[in-house]
């Protein structure tokens, strides 16, 4: 096999422990031996979003977890606020709109982040509203939502809920969940958990609890109601996805083990040593003033084709980008600004070979990020 390196906002590479841990014999959800997996899973779940309530494991992608958020805390003919600032933040609004929930969207210029005080003046156009939908991180324009303030406009107003997309957030950016009050957080296996497509998490507050109780869409398949019961008994509503679940629990115990508030600074002086490559190299990143960790997008030079460029980095030199990089250790983020600097002499630009890795691993070499 030819080595690929996948560098895209996800799915990002499974590391070997994982993938050994799911070739193991499956087991079956419901034998006691898959239950203490499920503890063990349950209880450093609840870690990483950093949070004392349960924290929901649904068998679907992401996309899945952000309609069960808004089946679950919503009904139909209520109002949300939502902030379009990217591909994603116009997935909240779709959600919304399929299933009747009118939306106060807050257009915000792709690769900037919202202002709370333009979400605080959607509240107040649209007083009705009873949460707010967002994204931690908005992989589409790698830009990172200031998400700790918009919870504190949210709850201007007493029983508002703050629904954030933490995809490609959570694990990545610090978003203590219980201390900053979001009330409903939720990611994908895909992104920061160093795992395939297939697992979405779903943390919700006492208050979002609550309203799922009373919640009066449709819901079968994703009724987060059959879910809180089943899940404190340490089963699912429906057959659970075992291998992967065995799989987060060997990268649960990674990030653990590495640290939570380490593994934090490790994606922030990756991000950090990527922009810098990425500027000293001539391209022009599309969030300069509030970067997500996560990933980082950058505009092809004039004249470039952004397609070709991107096909040409994957038939050259086997690197998958998606303008954007998922979680990366520090050799495979210098080897794909390597792969850029080649990409960019191969199409015919000024290219400063060497010039973007120089400053990619000074810049490591003082964050101390030393493995790869
Ligand atoms: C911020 C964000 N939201 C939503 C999604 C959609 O997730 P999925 O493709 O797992 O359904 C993604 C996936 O890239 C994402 O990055």
């Known amino acids: 096999m030819p080595k690929y390196r996948l560098l895209t906002p996800g799915p990002v590479a499974v590391p070997e422990r994982v993938l050994l841990a799911m070739a193991r014999t499956l087991l079956h959800h419901r034998a006691p031996a898959f239950i203490p997996v499920f503890k063990e899973v349950r209880a450093n779940l609840k870690k990483v979003f950093q949070t004392e309530q349960d924290v929901l494991i649904l068998a679907s992608t992401g996309t899945g977890a952000m309609e069960a958020a808004v089946i679950n805390t919503l009904s139909p003919g209520d109002k949300a606020v939502v902030v379009r600032g990217g591909k994603f933040g116009e997935r909240w609004t779709d959600i919304c709109q399929a299933n009747g929930i009118a939306c106060e969207n807050v257009d915000v210029e792709w690769g900037r982040a919202v202002e709370p005080a333009a979400v605080r003046a959607a509240f107040a156009r649209a007083p009705e509203a009873k949460a707010l939908f967002v994204q931690a991180s908005e992989t589409s324009t790698a830009v990172y939502h200031p998400i700790r303030e918009l919870a504190e406009v949210t709850h201007e107003k007493p029983g508002r809920l703050i629904v954030v997309d933490g995809i490609s957030g959570v694990g990545v950016h610090d978003l203590p969940m219980d201390a900053w009050g979001l009330d409903v957080v939720v990611s994908g296996s895909q992104k920061s958990w160093l795992l395939p497509p297939g697992l979405a998490f779903i943390a919700l507050s006492k208050a979002a609890q609550e309203a799922v109780k009373s919640g009066k869409c449709s819901r079968y398949y994703f009724d987060l109601r059959k879910e809180l019961k089943a899940q404190k008994d340490d089963q699912t509503a429906w057959t659970a996805p075992v291998s992967l679940v065995v799989g987060l629990q060997e990268a649960l115990r990674m990030i653990l083990d590495e640290g939570l508030h380490e593994v934090f600074a490790r994606h922030e002086a990756l991000a950090r040593a990527t922009r810098a490559a990425m500027t000293a190299l001539g391209l022009k990143l ?87």
């Open 286 to 372: 599309v969030a300069p003033d509030s970067p997500s960790f996560a990933c980082t997008a950058v505009y092809v030079p004039e004249g470039v084709d952004g397609n070709k460029f991107v096909k040409h980095l994957r038939d050259a030199y086997n690197v998958t980008f998606m303008g954007g990089q998922g979680h990366l250790e520090g050799f495979d983020m210098i080897s794909a600004v390597a792969a850029v600097e080649m990409t960019l002499a191969d199409m015919g630009q000024q290219a400063k070979l060497g010039e973007g890795t120089r400053v990619a691993m000074e810049l490591l070499r003082k964050a101390g990020l030393k493995r790869s």
